[in-house]
């Protein structure tokens, strides 16, 4: 598996960006290689959803209840819990693969029950049917921001839940280890790599009027004034 | 119907959930929709069909002369009056149904347009003299009938403790994991369950599921291929039994 170092390294080389002054550092090849990675992740995700190659799993997560509201997104007596990690927007929050009940007994296992995905907005119609109806036996969850809010578990005690999401890679490039893996398939690499050095040259190629280096760029309009000949020297003599 | 091998709701769904590529529940319907959806055909299917035969026991309220019907029921085929204990009922009668006979408010008093008593025996149309007076009086004739789901008895079922119902069901109450759908009617269900999923998909994004749709419709509603046209046809064709015994006596008969 290809970890960051190899191909960070094989783009400068490609770029011929390896002094220490270049245009493009290592840490500009980093971003984009998560941006480019992270778009990658998500189309093979859509592509084959379900599987659990880019999944990851997060168990024990505390599901909290407050006591006050707080504006915005935080509603007292509502028990929700706090995504660990930044996930993909997918519709009907297929960024969240799973949310399921951690139960102490573990003969029964972590895929008892499931929480089915809705949303604030539509939820209120689940009430109307009894098949529908959030109950601990059958429990939905709603997602705002960050917090995803539980339905159906409030006569229940539910102290931590595990969930199944398909993150985002970090691109806050401070908190890379350069040793670790490049977490997409191996035969997007070739992909990453020509998407990068796409973005690399629209950086080089960057025309020179393009740079905001204080000059005036103003055009003149109309047409152009006549330029009177300078007199000659023996002239005005 | 004589069969007594069915096939559970779970079993049907993990079908429907396929059919349908959904098995992740992430198209905007919940299981409990789906659920919804197979409680729907069977309701449907029994509707058409009365395929569902139901036996049930119930309290003879003496006071009242009222008992309602059974949730789920919507077609009593027999009614019996009866005494003893649950295991070995006694002393049955059979309770007729009588045409136009009210006991709103409970009690023995009632309004019909052929009363016992052959009163009103003023009305110039209705005249009571119609009535074979042994038969109306005889204290042996037990007799209801039906508003708004409230069975309402004579009076003189009082000296009975229990009613016997046979009637058809429109589906289940309570779907649980228990298996309760007819194995020869299990098509049907998912047919049905798929098409009302697909016609749901279809309201949120036409374009994507209209031909979709189209095919699931016609697997359900084809007039000869069609699951809902063979699950009427076996309903109809069973009873074998029964048939070659009362063709047997008609045969006999002439």
């Not at chain 1, 190659?53 to 509201?69: E, M, R, Y």
């Not at chain 1, 960050?146 to 159906?152: A, M, Q, S, V």
């Not at chain 2, 002369?65 to 059974?70: E, G, I, L, T």
């Not at chain 2, 008895?153 to 589906?171: A, K």
Request: glycine share 6%.
């Amino acid at each position: 598996m290809a970890t960051y170092r190899y191909v960070v390294n094989d783009l400068l080389q490609a770029f011929q960006q390896v002094e220490a002054t270049s245009k493009i550092t290592q840490a500009h090849v980093f971003f984009w290689v998560q941006t480019i990675a992270n778009r990658l992740r998500k189309k093979s995700i859509e592509k084959n959803y379900g599987s659990g190659d880019l999944l990851n799993i997060f168990t024990g997560i505390p599901v909290l209840k407050q006591v006050a509201s707080t504006n915005p997104n935080v509603v007292k007596g509502r028990k929700y819990f706090v995504l660990p990690r930044a996930i993909y927007d997918y519709r009907n929050e297929k960024g969240i693969n799973y949310v399921s009940y951690e139960f102490s007994d573990d003969s029964i296992g972590f895929t008892k029950i499931f929480f089915q995905p809705t949303a604030p907005s539509v939820s209120h119609r689940l009430y109307y049917s009894p098949y529908e109806k959030p109950s601990s036996r059958n429990p939905y969850f709603y997602r705002v921001h960050d917090n995803i809010y539980l339905l159906g578990v409030d006569d229940v005690t539910v102290k931590t839940v595990e969930v199944g999401l398909y993150s985002v890679l970090d691109s806050r490039i401070n908190l890379i280890n350069i040793d670790d893996t490049l977490d997409i398939d191996e035969e997007q690499i070739s992909i990453l790599r020509y998407e990068v050095l796409n973005l690399g040259r629209f950086a080089l190629m960057m025309p020179q009027d393009r740079r905001n280096d204080g000059a005036d760029t103003t055009i003149t309009q109309g047409k152009p004034t006549a330029i009177t000949a300078p007199k000659a020297e023996s002239e005005s003599q | 119907m004589d069969s007594n091998d069915f096939v559970s709701i779970n079993s049907v769904l993990s079908d429907v959930l396929m059919l349908v590529d959904d098995e992740h529940l992430r198209k905007g319907m919940s299981k409990g929709y789906y659920i919804s959806g197979i409680e729907q055909a069977i309701q449907e299917i029994a509707l058409d069909t009365y395929f569902m035969v139901i036996t049930k026991d119930l309290t003879m309220d003496k006071v009242k002369f009222q008992v309602p019907m059974p949730k789920n029921a919507f077609n009593i085929r027999e009614m019996y009056l009866w005494n003893g204990s649950c295991c070995s009922p006694s002393s049955t009668v059979i309770v007729h149904w009588k045409r136009l006979y009210n006991n709103h408010n409970g009690g023995a008093g009632y309004t019909a347009k052929r009363m016992d008593d052959r009163s009103p025996n003023k009305d110039p149309f209705y005249h009571p003299f119609y009535f074979d007076k042994a038969l109306v009086d005889g204290a042996n004739l037990y007799y209801a009938n039906v508003q708004n789901g409230i069975i309402m008895f004579s009076s003189n079922c009082s000296g009975f403790d229990n009613v016997r119902l046979v009637y058809n069901g429109m589906g289940v109450d309570d779907i649980g994991d228990e298996p309760i759908i007819p194995r020869m009617l299990r098509q049907f269900v998912i047919d049905y369950s798929v098409e009302r999923a697909y016609r749901t998909l279809m309201a949120k994004d036409s374009r994507t599921y209209g031909g979709l749709w189209k095919v699931a419709e016609n697997k359900l509603n084809d007039l000869r291929t069609g699951s809902l046209y063979i699950a009427r046809k076996r309903v109809s064709s069973m009873n074998t039994w029964s048939r070659d015994s009362a063709n047997e006596y008609y045969s006999k008969k002439w």
